[in-house]
Structures are given as C-alpha cells and as structure tokens.
C-alpha cells in the first residue's frame, strides 16, 4: 500500500509564500520513477491540475513564474514552492502520483494524499 502525506499549509497574506511537502513511503512504491503531481480543490469547485514532475515538470499556464514543483528522490519527497500568493489560490492542496507517467487529469493519478489547506488572506 503507498502512502502520500503532504505537509506545509496554513494561513499566509497575500504576497507571501509557502512550501507543501508531500512525502510517500509503501514497500512497492518507486517513487523515483513515479510522476507526482499537485492538485487543488476549491469549495465548491472541481479538483484542479497545478504541476507534475516526472521525466520533466510541467505547469497549469497560470501557475508558471509562481509555482515551482520540484523533488527529493532520496527522501521520497515532492515539494511545491508557492510564491507571490493570491486569496484564488486558497484551496485543498493534494499530492498524487502515477507509476505510468505524468497527467493533467485527475484519472490518471493511482494514489493521493489526504490534502493540506491553503488559505491566503486579502
């Protein structure tokens, strides 16, 4: 069984940054093969692609210049860095990963963390 527990959320001001970690472990789990992507959820919205990092990382359009994915495969970890934050990025925050590569679609993620909220306040 994997196990994708993410971390860092809280309350920050508009402007500031922070950083989600999202650390996996599961006897079976390459996680140095693995895409891991983030996503986020609003409420009352659809579950939103953010980022993925696999072979290479690719963005939402809108998250390029103030997210940046990236990751420690000797640490099973993937982190987001989260910069010049605005109250439409409050949101649920979830890692995932896909053992066959990365996606934008929510389908295509086999595992998921329990999430990490965000809240930027005006």
């Known amino acids: 069984q994997v196990q994708l527990v993410e971390s860092g959320g809280g309350l920050v001001q508009a402007g500031g940054s922070l950083r989600l970690s999202c650390t996996a472990s599961?006897?079976?789990?390459?996680?140095?093969?693995?895409?891991m992507g983030w996503f986020r959820q609003a409420p009352g919205k659809e579950r939103e692609f953010v980022a993925w990092?696999?072979?290479?990382?690719y963005y939402l359009d809108t998250m390029k210049g103030r997210f940046t994915i990236s990751r420690d495969n000797a640490k099973n970890t993937v982190y987001l860095q989260m910069n010049s934050l605005k109250p439409e990025d409050t949101a649920a925050y979830f890692c995932?990963?896909?053992?066959?590569?990365?996606?934008?679609?929510?389908?295509?993620?086999?595992?998921w963390g329990q999430g990490t909220q965000v809240t930027v306040s005006s």
């Open positions: 995932a990963a896909s053992p066959d590569g990365g996606s934008r679609r929510v389908r295509d993620y086999e595992y």
């Open positions: 599961g006897r079976t789990f390459a996680f140095s093969t693995a895409a």
């Open positions: 990092s696999g072979a290479y990382t």
